[in-house]
């Protein structure tokens, strides 16, 4: 993490020969945003004094009250290493406000950064680490994706099976010079499937990062005239993408992991067991912000090791939560269903609110499952009382709109623009004839 002031900023710029500065936010889904401005504009921006027009964003407001301004973090500041030199393009992450100067309260960014003053409350600082997996595809002549992959290699498989090498070089390279730290980089099982992961750290900075690492993911693979999606199943019958989140709480009176007690025989501590229980009781409620899209239920299916029932285990990688078996401050807890197609930040204020609430309210979580869930009847799921996540965006939808949790979490604005999204993304989905239906039915009937 950078700390950089403002005249920091203006000097690196001078030195770099920056000319152009993106100010960057997302709407409610995440979907990256920006403001482009020229360098004579930087300290008009560092001022917060740069507006624009909210009515034009997804989930934002209606023209009549559309002015908003933008606040730099200075210390998401960094340079696209792919953009030339001379003429080179920073970035700066903002957060949206009124001009009143009050935070807006349709801003992802806000309510990860309420939810995490909450926890600071409480006693705590929210750490993450996601694994986020997405799929590189061939485009054809007139650059459009295809759902052809560059290559057939499996899990770990190195080149020259593995095409896609190259490509995920020159990603690991230019995340690592925009300030990443790497720690793995490899082919997935499916394929034309990949993971890079990154360190974790303070839950604010990595939504940054996840937000960042998909636009650098997606700009370096088109260079490789590829395509590259975070869509959770872009193909029948393979294993989806998921962005599996390793989660951990540090004490704040002495910066030491709160999850760890060396005298439980798991070495969990109570509050760990507690978010672990939070987490399971709210599972169903929070799907719909962790995994957004009417495609990622096509993901959350038995058989392709995505998790599908509400359960957890120390060891086994069939439940929704497992814990990785590190201990020290490296003790965390990993929630294994959220895709990538997820607002980080939302994402990441909903799994932590309902954690924090396990332990406000001493949820004890049940036994950890040790067997394999996938293959336990229904009568042996029922009997250990393991339910399970949302089987659709429209059973999700249900689940969301009756949670007090998610509503007191998002606030007002957002928990009713992104339902109503939701229900309109549905009900689409939900009248469009598919390819499925004229396949089983046309000649049949």
Avoid at 77 to 88: L, M, V
Avoid at 166 to 189: K, N, P
Avoid at 295 to 322: D, M, T
Wanted: hydrophobic fraction near 40%; aromatic fraction near 10%.
């Amino acid at each position: 993490m950078k700390n950089y002031t403002k005249e920091d900023i203006i000097r690196i710029c001078k030195d770099q020969d920056v000319k152009f500065i993106r100010l960057q936010f997302v709407d409610i889904f995440g979907i990256l945003k920006n403001v482009a401005i020229t360098v004579d504009q930087l300290e008009a921006a560092l001022n917060n004094e740069i507006m624009f027009d909210g009515s034009s964003i997804e989930g934002f407001v209606r023209i009549q009250e559309s002015d908003m301004y933008l606040r730099p973090d200075l210390n998401t500041f960094t340079i696209f290493p792919w953009r030339p030199s001379p003429n080179r393009v920073a970035r700066l992450i903002c957060d949206v406000y009124l001009p009143d100067g009050t935070p807006f309260p349709g801003c992802p960014r806000g309510v990860l950064k309420k939810m995490l003053k909450k926890a600071e409350e409480m006693g705590f600082k929210f750490f993450v680490g996601p694994e986020l997996e997405f799929f590189l595809f061939l485009t054809d002549e007139n650059g459009n994706p295809t759902l052809q992959t560059h290559d057939n290699a499996g899990y770990f498989d190195l080149g020259p099976v593995d095409l896609g090498e190259d490509a995920r070089r020159d990603m690991v390279l230019t995340l690592e010079e925009m300030g990443f730290e790497i720690e793995a980089s490899h082919h997935e099982v499916a394929p034309g499937q990949h993971e890079i992961d990154f360190k974790y750290d303070d839950a604010l900075y990595t939504a940054d990062n996840v937000v960042t690492f998909k636009l650098v993911v997606k700009t370096i693979a088109q260079r490789h005239g590829l395509h590259a999606t975070f869509m959770p199943k872009p193909i029948f019958g393979i294993n989806g993408s998921g962005m599996h989140t390793n989660m951990s709480l540090a004490r704040v009176s002495d910066g030491m992991n709160a999850f760890l007690d060396p005298n439980d025989k798991l070495q969990l501590s109570k509050e760990a067991y507690y978010f672990i229980g939070g987490l399971m009781k709210h599972a169903r409620e929070f799907a719909l912000v962790t995994n957004p899209l009417v495609n990622s239920y096509k993901r959350l299916v038995p058989g392709y090791e995505a998790p599908v029932y509400i359960a957890w285990s120390p060891k086994n990688r069939s439940p929704l939560i497992r814990v990785p078996a590190k201990r020290g401050q490296a003790t965390r807890v990993e929630l294994r269903n959220p895709d990538p197609s997820a607002n980080p930040y939302l994402a990441f204020a909903a799994v932590l609110a309902a954690g924090l609430d396990g332990i406000k309210n001493k949820i004890e979580p049940p036994e950890p499952v040790e067997e394999n869930i996938f293959v336990m009847s229904e009568e042996e799921r029922a009997k250990r009382g393991i339910g399970s996540l949302p089987g659709s965006l429209e059973e999700a939808i249900k689940e969301f709109e009756n949670s007090a949790l998610m509503k007191e979490t998002l606030g007002d604005h957002i928990f009713e623009k992104y339902l109503e999204a939701k229900k309109l993304e549905w009900d689409d989905y939900r009248t469009k004839v598919h390819q499925w239906e004229i396949d089983s039915y046309l000649t049949k009937y």
